[in-house]
């Protein structure tokens, strides 16, 4: 199929049709946005394996993890109570960006070097 003068696979749309699902049900906070989410992820993960971006379908893994995470936290963390919100200070968050920083470039080496990943 081809939309916009791209090819675009069914599992593609299918992909786009559960994630802005997701996006519209959690809108709504309702606790089916996971599962919706899960199936979107899912599906992006075969969509980018098959591009050979595999960096973003990584990514699909992680997302999918945090989303089954979720949904178990709504369900049974907390004894019921919504999930504390905190703030990390600016200095923190600077100092994560030393680890973020060599572990992006290790990664990049890593899949250049090791696979045929397009980018």
């Known amino acids: 199929m081809e939309i916009l003068g791209t090819a ?3 599992l593609e749309i299918w992909a786009i049709i559960f994630t802005v ?4 049900l959690t809108n709504l906070r309702s606790k089916s946005l996971y599962p919706v989410g899960i199936i979107g992820t899912i599906l992006f993960f075969f ?7 595999y960096a973003s379908a990584g990514l699909q893994v992680y997302f999918t993890l945090i989303q089954l995470y979720g949904w178990w936290f709504w ?3 907390d ?4 999930p504390p919100i905190g703030n990390w ?9 030393i ?3 060599i572990l992006t470039i290790a990664i990049s080496g890593g ?8 980018l």
Not at 21 to 24: A, E, K, P, R, Y
Not at 79 to 82: L, S, V
Not at 111 to 118: E, I, P, R, S, V
């Open 8 to 10: 675009t696979s069914w």
């Open 21 to 24: 699902g997701s996006v519209l």
């Open 47 to 53: 969509v980018f394996w098959k591009a050979q971006l």
């Open 75 to 77: 369900y049974k963390g």
């Open 79 to 82: 004894k019921g109570n919504e």
């Open 89 to 97: 200070s600016w200095g923190f968050v600077s100092l994560l960006l």
């Open 99 to 101: 680890p973020v920083t």
């Open 111 to 118: 899949l250049n070097y090791f696979t045929d990943a397009k």
